[in-house]
């Protein structure tokens, strides 16, 4: 029974409800039952309308005489809200008028203040002219002439102290403005006076008279003139003496002696003067660093304009002598700053930055690249060359780009090419080498002939492969490492030297942040072990794959055991065919070579998996063409009704019994040679040995 609220779910789907019923009703009941359930909700939705209609009925008088009651209760509140609008307009009304009122009073309260303040300022200029008239001092001409009364500028900076204070309060008024040259000629004497005051402590080198001079000038407030008065009196003069002096000595001798000159009188001069004159800026509570913000600059400036040659990269080993001598300059004028902190600001500065962009690293170290991948390039070049020529020398070839890799690397990291900004640029150039000299390896290993791998030689090299990476880390971590002996054929022994090289002189010049040196030691063991680990395998699958070659050529007369018994009247075979012991001649040859137990195990798992899949492809070929032969001769034979089930085997059942004393053969002497496994040629002999006389009644047929 289908409930009616099931239709009211706001989820129903009518779809979904058809094929359920269609699942519990035949076709025949279906229409019958869903025409029942329409008339059930036509009734339904009848029955809510009705009810639905009775309610609105209802409503609709109740609602009766609702507008009169609205209306009777609307009017007082719209009565109401006259009455506020009424008061609100009033209030806004008297609000404006106390904000002008406000305003008013305000206005007259800053007029009087600046009033005051006028007054003051008048005050005090006339205060200060009757200073500098008592003691007879108002030309400021006569500053450098007469003794300094330092009771008097102490006076005087006071007052102009609070004069300017006031002044820079002050509107520009009618006023200010007739007072401007009385002020003018003020700061004119103050300005002389206090000029002769700092002359007179630089020149005497009284650093207390110094001190006092710069507080003056902070007490006026005129902290720049301070700045700009010091770099004219001691900044500019010296470095345009010293800049004339490294012009003159480059022009008589050379830049290089100049330069270093320059540089060293400027320390002299950093470390004897201006550290103390930093520390009156300090004591005065100036913040100017006059190493940083006087010296440095005017110093860049100077020698970008004196000496620009001094940043020409177009001979790298001159601009690697100049670069290195300004950074060790560098260093030292470092540690002549006071705190972490002002070296950090150094470093931020901006003739610093412009400074470092003067150094051209970029094509500097582009100079470098081509010199030392260039001979690497030539070396590589000839090895493509010995390995693609046939009768070239590969063995030399690779010992001539090892080498040659070697001394790239030493002239990475010697200590008139490496910088130490380049460090990132020179260990990624030492890598691009390593995995292109491996690169280089492998494929001289898949090109060199066959005549190379199946040598006596082969196993020397394996065993020194084979324990290179095992040795990285120790090797790595030795101090000196002992040179190995020399294999031939082979360039296996210049990786040790390569290694002992990144261990005792690149791994300790360069200064990887955050990574110690036993860490990146492991870092590089771990990537070229792992290049180097693969050489050994590739050198056996090489070895294997020549001796396969060489196998197959002694298997191929299998392929002529169907022209020896078809229809050759020959007896049945007894024994195996003599090619199945040709095919391991060389082999046997080879591993008597020396190979260690792990290399020969592994060659000889690799020769004899391959010899297998190979001797059972060719097996299964020449049945194949056995079996098609057979099907083209069963019309003739049935024609002439050859029996051949009574006189013996039949001449396809003698190939197959060859195939089976040959197979047996090879797993015979594939055991006596150590293979363990030897399964897929047992299952193709016992296949082949399973078709033997089955198909004798055919033939009889």
């Known amino acids: 029974m289908v409930s009616l609220e099931v239709f009211a779910d706001p989820a129903f789907d009518a779809k979904g409800f058809v094929a359920n019923l269609r699942k519990q009703l035949p076709l025949t009941s279906l229409q019958q039952k869903l025409q029942e359930l329409q008339q ?34 609307a009017e007082p509140l719209q009565s109401v809200r006259e009455d506020i609008t009424e008061l609100l307009s009033t209030v806004q009304q008297e609000y404006q008028a106390l904000s002008a009122n406000l305003e008013r009073r305000e206005h007259l309260r800053n007029a009087e203040v600046e009033l ?51 002044v820079d309060r002050v509107q520009d008024t009618p006023f200010l403005k007739e007072l401007r040259p009385r002020l003018q000629h003020l700061e004119i004497w103050m300005t002389a006076q206090l000029s002769s005051a700092l002359n007179e402590a630089i020149t005497t080198r009284a650093h207390e008279r110094l001190t006092a001079t710069l507080k003056l000038f902070g007490l006026v407030g005129w902290r720049e003139r301070a700045v700009a008065a010091f770099d004219e009196l001691v900044t500019v003069p010296i470095l345009t003496d010293l800049f004339q002096a490294a012009q003159e000595q480059a022009s008589t001798t050379d830049l290089r002696s100049a330069v270093d000159s320059l540089f060293s009188q400027i320390l002299v001069v950093a470390r004897d003067q201006f550290v103390a004159y930093r520390a009156a800026f300090v004591a005065a509570s100036i913040e100017h660093d006059v190493l940083v913000d006087s010296l440095w600059p005017r110093f860049v400036d100077g020698i ?42 150094f470093r931020k500065s901006t003739a610093y930055l412009t400074m470092e962009r003067r150094w051209t690293l970029p094509v500097y170290f582009q100079l470098r690249f081509q010199e030392i991948a260039g001979a690497l390039e030539r070396a590589l070049q000839e ?65 060199l002939g066959a005549q190379h791998y ?59 942040p955050f990574l110690s040196l036993s860490f990146a030691t492991a870092l590089l063991q771990r990537h070229m072990g792992e290049d180097l680990a693969g050489l050994p395998t590739e050198v056996l699958t090489t070895v294997a794959t020549a001796l396969l070659k060489e196998a197959e050529v002694a298997l191929k007369p299998s392929a002529d055991v169907p022209r020896l018994y078809r229809l050759t009247g020959r007896p049945a075979p007894t024994e195996a065919s003599a090619y199945t012991s040709e095919a391991f001649l060389l082999y046997d040859r080879v591993v008597s070579y020396e190979y260690s137990d792990m290399d020969a195990a592994e060659l000889r798992a690799r020769f004899m998996t391959g010899l297998q899949e190979m001797f059972v492809k060719m097996i299964e ?81």
């Open 454 to 512: 199946l040598s006596p030689v082969i196993p020397h090299v394996l065993a020194a492969m084979r324990q290179l990476p095992p040795r990285v880390c120790a090797t790595l971590i030795a101090e000196d490492s002992p040179r190995p002996m020399l294999i031939p054929k082979y360039a296996a022994h210049l990786l040790f030297s390569i290694i002992s090289f990144m261990r005792c002189k690149l791994l300790r010049k360069i200064n990887l």
């Open 304 to 345: 970008t304009t004196h000496l620009s040659n001094l940043f020409s990269p177009g001979i790298p080993a001159t601009f690697h002598a100049h670069y290195t001598s300004y950074m060790s300059f560098l260093g030292q004028f470092e540690q002549c700053l006071s705190t972490q902190n002002a070296v950090e600001r």
């Open 383 to 447: 090895l493509s060359k010995a390995t693609s020529t046939e009768g070239g020398d590969a063995s030399e070839a690779l010992l001539g780009a090892d080498e040659a890799l070697l001394k790239g690397l030493e002239k990475c990291w010697q200590s008139d090419y490496f910088l130490p900004a380049l460090t990132h640029r020179f260990w990624k150039l030492t890598l691009q080498c390593l995995a292109q000299l491996l690169a280089r390896h492998r494929h001289a290993i898949r090109e």
């Open 116 to 166: 005051r303040r006028l007054l003051d300022i008048s005050h005090s200029v006339d205060k200060i002219e009757r200073l500098l008239q008592n003691h007879g001092s108002t030309d400021p001409a006569d500053a450098s002439t007469q003794g300094l009364d330092w009771q008097l500028i102490d006076r005087v900076a006071t007052e102009l102290n609070q004069l300017n204070y006031h």
């Open 40 to 73: 059930q909700v036509q009734a339904a939705v009848v029955e809510l309308i009705n009810q639905d209609y009775a309610d609105f009925v209802s409503l609709s008088g109740n609602l009766v005489g609702l507008d009169d009651r609205l209306t009777i209760l």
């Open 621 to 701: 070929s020449v049945l194949a063409d056995v079996q098609e032969t057979e099907q083209s001769l069963q019309y003739r034979r049935r024609r002439t009704k050859r029996k051949t089930g009574a006189e013996g085997l039949s001449d396809s059942d003698k190939m197959r019994t060859q195939f089976v004393l040959d197979g047996e053969r090879v797993q015979q002497q594939m055991r006596e040679r150590g293979a363990g496994d030897t399964g897929l040629l047992t299952e193709c002999v016992e296949r082949i040995r399973s078709h033997i006389g089955a198909h004798a009644g055919e033939e009889e047929a």
